[in-house]
């Protein structure tokens, strides 16, 4: 199983941007459909971004879609997720997520579906 650790969660007040990353222990490109999620209090997991291991993606939360910027570098050791104009609604404690599954995109969507999960790090969108 992979190892993924997530960092670059912080407070930002509204407007404002954070980088995420989740660091995995290995490649991921060809090899794991990762994906980004985050909880808020009270709330249900839900999904915010993923990247298809067959290829295929980002796509994107409607909540987050032209906002948000997944990304990874070649070998996918090194995972992202680019927060622009953030809101208060944004806060949640963010997750990165690995699964070996070829899923389809609406499968993604799903936390059921990955394998392997980081240990979250808090966003806090706030004046």
């Known amino acids: 199983q992979v190892q993924l650790v997530e960092s670059g969660g912080g407070l930002v007040q509204p407007g404002g941007s954070l980088r995420l990353s989740c660091a995995a222990s290995?490649?991921?490109?060809?090899?794991?459909?990762v994906g980004w999620f985050r909880q808020a209090p009270g709330k249900e997991r839900e999904f915010v971004a993923a990247?298809?291991?067959?290829?295929?993606?980002?796509f994107y939360a409607n909540s987050v879609k032209g906002r948000f910027t997944m990304s990874r570098d070649g070998a996918g050791n090194a995972v992202f997720l680019q927060m622009n104009n953030l809101k208060p609604e944004d806060t949640a404690v963010y997750y990165c997520?690995?699964?070996?599954?070829?899923?389809?995109?609406?499968?993604?969507?799903?936390?059921?579906?990955?394998?392997?999960w980081g240990q979250g790090t808090q966003v806090t969108v706030s004046s």
């Open positions: 997520a690995a699964s070996t599954g070829y899923l389809i995109t609406s499968s993604a969507w799903s936390p059921g579906n990955y394998d392997s």
């Open positions: 290995t490649r991921t490109t060809g090899t794991y459909t």
């Open positions: 990247i298809k291991r067959q290829g295929g993606g980002p």
